[in-house]
T-cell receptor
């Protein structure tokens, strides 16, 4: 079974621009969660989508948004980029069983200059 | 707000030594996962523990979930250079199916 895929793997953007990241979950998984990883803050939860609806949201500003499509693929958008948005963005998929297990993709490394 | 405190933050040891990483919280978790992450890659799931007092073994790695489901430990026996990496504990619970709360991570370096 193929794992979680994320595109693109690397991205360089300028302050003020916007960016869209894509995530394809493991086949059969309908839940996709997004995380931001930085050296200072570690891994922080952004939001989760399940059946095309946002189910949980972390403590991030409204510039961070997402959506999920009917095939469970998800996109994350960050508008008006700031230098502090430079991070590794990870998505994880789950079948939402009682074990709460999540499987991560390789991440998208975003650099804002 | 659920928090997980992971210790130590850094661990530098020689090949063949044993080590233990701890993950503690004041909150109860329904499950706790341990991940290992290589630089520039996503975390890879090592194990999930869901029952208080549960012990799971994965070759030289032993994982334990505390009786009260508030803490966990990862013990590595006879560490090898291939064990080098970032180890992360993550807890989940309640209705937050899609949200994992992560510890700060332990950077393990095993020297030959």
């Amino acid at each position: 079974k193929a794992g979680v895929t994320q595109t693109p793997r690397y991205l360089i953007k300028t302050r003020g621009q916007q960016v869209t990241l894509s995530c394809s979950p493991i086949s059969g998984h309908r839940s996709v969660s997004w995380y931001q990883q930085t050296p200072g803050q570690g891994l922080q939860f952004l939001f989760e989508y399940f059946s095309e609806t946002q189910r949980n949201k972390g403590n991030f500003p409204g510039r961070f948004s997402g959506r999920q499509f009917s095939n469970s693929r998800s996109e994350m958008n960050v508008s008006t980029l700031e230098l502090g948005d430079s991070a590794l963005y990870l998505c994880a998929s789950s079948d939402r069983t009682s074990s709460y297990e999540q499987y991560f993709g390789p991440g998208t490394r975003l650099t804002v200059t | 707000t659920q928090l997980l405190e992971q210790s130590p933050q850094f661990l530098s040891i020689q090949e063949g030594e044993n080590l233990t990483v701890y993950c503690n919280s004041s909150s109860v978790f329904s499950s706790l996962q341990w991940y290992r992450q290589e630089p520039g890659e996503g975390p890879v799931l090592l194990v999930t523990v869901v029952t208080g007092g549960e012990v799971k073994k994965l070759k030289r790695l032993t994982f334990q979930f505390g009786d009260a489901r508030k803490d966990s430990s990862l013990h590595i026996t006879a560490a090898q250079t291939g064990d080098t990496g970032l180890y992360l504990c993550a807890g989940a619970g309640g209705t937050s199916y899609g949200k994992l709360t992560f510890g700060q991570g332990t950077i393990l370096t095993v020297h030959p």
